[in-house]
């Protein structure tokens, strides 16, 4: 089955998350397909060397690392996928984790940063398909409900 693959977010789907509450914490769910070569543009300084698409994310990490800790970033939870089992099953991924953000100003203060536009490159080059979907956090418990 062809599906529609995701790199970088409408500017729909961007206008609903800047309508949300600014003010809150936020978790982004991240879910990650890496591309088997990196994809960059010709003429970056990284085009040509024959990364993998999960070598170009560890670009990404290590160029974006210091911004997203800067503006008080974590990671809350990483993992590494498996299977499907309640969803398409043509869609997989390799990795995933949530990202938490002490509000949603903090995402908009590091995506509008001039060396983050640099670090986004690694990331564009290093993907075939993703996921990112902005959730409130709730309490963490034993319960489902």
Not at 75 to 88: L, Y
Not at 101 to 114: Q, R, S, T
């Given at each position: 089955m062809e599906c529609e693959t995701f790199i970088d977010p409408s500017p729909e789907n961007f206008e609903q998350f800047k309508k949300l509450p600014r003010d809150e914490p936020i978790h982004m769910l991240?879910?990650?397909?890496y591309r088997?070569?990196?994809d960059y543009p010709e003429g970056h300084e990284h085009a040509?060397?024959?990364?993998?698409?999960?070598?170009?994310y560890e670009e990404y990490g290590?160029?974006?690392?210091?911004?997203?800790?800067?503006v008080g970033g974590r990671i809350v939870w990483r993992g590494a996928f498996r299977t499907m089992v309640t969803?398409?099953?043509?869609?997989?991924?390799?990795?995933?984790?949530?990202?938490?953000?002490?509000?949603?100003?903090?995402f908009?203060?590091?995506?509008?940063?001039?060396?983050?536009?640099?670090?986004?490159?690694?990331?564009?080059?290093?993907?075939?398909?993703?996921?990112?979907?902005?959730?409130?956090?709730?309490?963490?418990?034993?319960?489902f409900g």
């Amino acid at each position: 089955m062809e599906c529609e693959t995701f790199i970088d977010p409408s500017p729909e789907n961007f206008e609903q998350f800047k309508k949300l509450p600014r003010d809150e914490p936020i978790h982004m769910l991240n879910l990650l397909l890496y591309r088997e070569k990196a994809d960059y543009p010709e003429g970056h300084e990284h085009a040509g060397k024959g990364w993998s698409g999960r070598r170009a994310y560890e670009e990404y990490g290590k160029t974006s690392g210091p911004i997203f800790r800067r503006v008080g970033g974590r990671i809350v939870w990483r993992g590494a996928f498996r299977t499907m089992v309640t969803g398409p099953e043509f869609e997989s991924w390799h990795d995933g984790f949530v990202a938490e953000y002490p509000n949603a100003g903090a995402f908009f203060e590091m995506i509008k940063d001039p060396d983050y536009a640099h670090a986004v490159v690694n990331r564009t080059a290093a993907l075939v398909d993703s996921r990112l979907v902005r959730f409130s956090p709730g309490e963490v418990g034993e319960g489902f409900g």
